[in-house]
T-cell receptor, first 112, second 114 residues
C-alpha cells in the first residue's frame, strides 16, 4: 500500500527556534493535511493543502504542497512550549473515498 | 457543537470478550472512519463509511466489524478480543464534497486486552 515517510522522527529545540519537518511519498496525492496531536488527545487539523505548489499559513505555521505532489513541508516559526506534541502528515487521493495515508509522526519537544 | 465524541474513553477486556465502541458526530458529515494508533506509530485505517448504511474495509480490518445505521453514528465491534488489539482507537468524520476530506477526530478510546 501507499506509505508516507515523515522526518525527522523527533526534534528537540529551544524555545524561539524555527522548526521544519517534511513528508515524502512514492505515490502522488491530491491533498495533504497536517495534524497535531497532544498527549492523550485526538489529532487536530492544522493546515490543509489542495494544490501542487500551494503555500498556506496558519499563524506561525506554514505548509507547502510539493510541486511533484509527492511531498509536503511544515514549518513552525518562533516555537513556544505549547508547540510540543506529535505532528502528523496525511495524504489523500481524491478518488479514494477520503481514505488517507498517515505518516508515523514527528515528535517535537521545546525546551523553555 | 460537540464535534466527534467517542464512548467509552477507557476499557479493559479479557481475551475472547466482545465490545462495541460508539462514535457520534453532530456535523452532518457523510464520511466516518475508525483508526487504531499503536505506540510510536501513525494512524491505521480499520474501516470507513461513505454514508448511512455503507461500510468498507480499510488497511487493517481483520478482527473488527462496523455498522452505520444512522448518519451520525459509526460503531466499531470486536467480536473476540485479542491482546494484539490493545491500542488507542480514534474515530473521525469528514465532508465529502468538492474533494474536501478534512477529517475531524474524536478524543480516542484506550483499550487494553489482557
Amino acid at each position: 500500500g501507499q506509505q508516507l515517510n515523515q522526518s525527522p522522527q523527533s526534534m528537540f529545540i529551544q524555545e524561539g527556534e524555527d522548526v521544519s519537518m517534511n513528508c515524502t511519498s512514492s505515490s502522488i496525492f491530491n491533498t495533504w493535511l497536517w495534524y497535531k496531536q497532544d498527549p492523550g488527545e485526538g489529532p487536530v487539523l492544522l493546515i490543509a493543502l489542495y494544490k501542487a505548489g500551494e503555500l498556506t499559513s496558519n499563524g506561525r505555521l506554514t505548509a507547502q504542497f510539493g510541486i511533484t505532489r509527492k511531498d509536503s513541508f511544515l514549518n513552525i516559526s518562533a516555537s513556544i512550549p505549547s508547540d510540543v506534541g506529535i505532528y502528523f502528515c496525511a495524504g489523500f487521493y481524491n478518488t479514494n473515498a477520503g481514505k488517507s495515508t498517515f505518516g508515523d509522526g514527528t515528535t517535537l519537544t521545546v525546551k523553555p | 457543537n460537540a464535534g466527534v465524541t467517542q464512548t467509552p474513553k477507557f476499557r479493559v477486556l479479557k481475551t475472547g470478550q466482545s465490545m462495541t465502541l460508539l462514535c457520534a458526530q453532530d456535523m452532518n458529515h457523510e464520511y466516518m472512519y475508525w483508526y487504531r494508533q499503536d505506540p510510536g506509530m501513525g494512524l491505521r485505517l480499520i474501516h470507513y463509511s461513505v454514508g448511512e448504511g455503507t461500510t468498507a474495509k480499510g488497511e487493517v480490518p481483520d478482527g473488527y466489524n462496523v455498522s452505520r445505521l444512522k448518519k451520525q453514528n459509526f460503531l466499531l465491534g470486536l467480536e473476540s478480543a485479542a491482546p494484539s488489539q490493545t491500542s488507542v482507537y480514534f474515530c473521525a468524520s469528514s465532508y465529502s464534497l468538492g474533494g474536501n476530506y478534512e477529517q475531524y477526530f474524536g478524543p480516542g478510546t484506550r483499550l487494553t486486552v489482557t
